[in-house]
């Protein structure tokens, strides 16, 4: 089988768009095969559909929400458009509705309106071990003050956090001040990647840093192995109003790739 792609690196979150329509049921088995192409060094992949409407979507491969997916799909449609700056709404997977975008390919930078989480928990992983646990739509959230942690803890953290937020996608967030160490989750692939940045959990930590804000605009700069990514929280008396996360944004030309399957038809 043969299908399109194209490359977005998002402050090296690198996401792997597939521009060739596919049966649904296809996506978890499509996105293993091009994680396991190590010259893209895709970390996740996300579907580009078209609508009843003629409209294009994005559909994540676990169906999860993905903020760096989410603003470079922004970037695409404005790539797409032949435009240098657009500002759009983008209907993407683990978003109830449509988020506000707004790309620039001059500046090569996009942007988006996250959804607000809808609740901070505490999950208790033992005895005085109790994170933070920020729930979005689509995806949980835990932030873990420090510096990474691997094997077991990470296993028994996801582990709880399935139990408590059973939502298809999990992320760990080690957050040492501004430096961000993301790991992401995705149960429909059972993958577990330590993202060069994460834009959802960059918006997670904005929100968790500014936990005893009560009113004003708040922004963060969050330092992570692919780059730095920008994310504010409005709140007023205390309430969340309004979340966005931005950053740069490259996008490669389509590229065709070979896939075990027959072929199929293109957007």
Not at 34 to 42: K, N, S, V
Not at 55 to 67: K, V
Not at 79 to 101: F, H, M
């Given at each position: 089988m043969k299908i399109k792609?194209?490359?977005?690196?998002?402050?090296?979150?690198?996401?792997?768009?597939?521009?060739?329509?596919?049966?649904?049921?296809?996506?978890?088995?499509?996105?293993?095969?091009?994680?396991?192409?190590?010259?893209?060094?895709?970390?996740?992949?996300?579907?580009?559909?078209?609508?009843?409407?003629?409209?294009?979507?994005?559909?994540?491969?676990?169906?999860?929400?993905?903020?760096?997916?989410?603003?470079?799909?922004?970037?695409?449609?404005?790539?797409?458009?032949?435009?240098?700056?657009?500002?759009?709404?983008?209907?993407?997977?683990?978003?109830?509705?449509?988020?506000?975008?707004?790309?620039?390919?001059?500046?090569?930078?996009?942007?988006?309106?996250?959804?607000?989480?809808?609740?901070?928990r505490l999950l208790e992983l033992g005895p005085g071990e109790i994170y933070d646990m920020i729930v979005f739509d689509g995806i949980c959230h835990i932030i873990v003050p420090g510096k990474p942690k691997k094997g077991e803890f990470v296993e028994k953290l996801l582990e709880k956090a399935k139990a408590e937020c059973p939502c298809g996608a999990w992320g760990i967030m080690f957050l040492e001040r501004e430096q961000l160490i993301p790991a992401v989750y995705v149960e429909s692939t059972d993958s577990l990647i330590w993202e060069s940045s994460c834009g959802s959990g960059s918006m997670a930590a904005a929100v968790y840093l500014s936990r005893s804000e009560e009113n004003g605009e708040f922004t963060y700069i969050l330092k992570q192995p692919g780059g730095e990514i920008q994310a504010a929280v409005q709140k007023e008396q205390g309430e969340i109003l309004r979340c966005i996360m931005g950053g740069p944004v490259s996008i490669s030309p389509e590229i065709e790739l070979e896939l075990e399957n027959k072929e199929v038809g293109k957007i």
């Open positions: 792609v194209r490359v977005a690196d998002p402050a090296g979150n690198i996401t792997i768009f597939v521009m060739t329509a596919l049966e649904k049921e296809s996506y978890p088995g499509i996105a293993r095969q091009i994680l396991e192409r190590q010259e893209l060094g895709g970390e996740q992949v996300a579907f580009v559909e078209r609508t009843e409407q003629g409209t294009l979507r994005m559909e994540m491969m676990g169906g999860e929400f993905c903020g760096n997916a989410s603003r470079s799909f922004a970037y695409l449609l404005c790539q797409l458009s032949g435009r240098e700056r657009q500002e759009c709404l983008v209907d993407v997977s683990g978003s109830p509705k449509p988020l506000r975008a707004v790309a620039d390919t001059v500046k090569k930078t996009s942007q988006v309106d996250m959804p607000l989480p809808k609740e901070t």
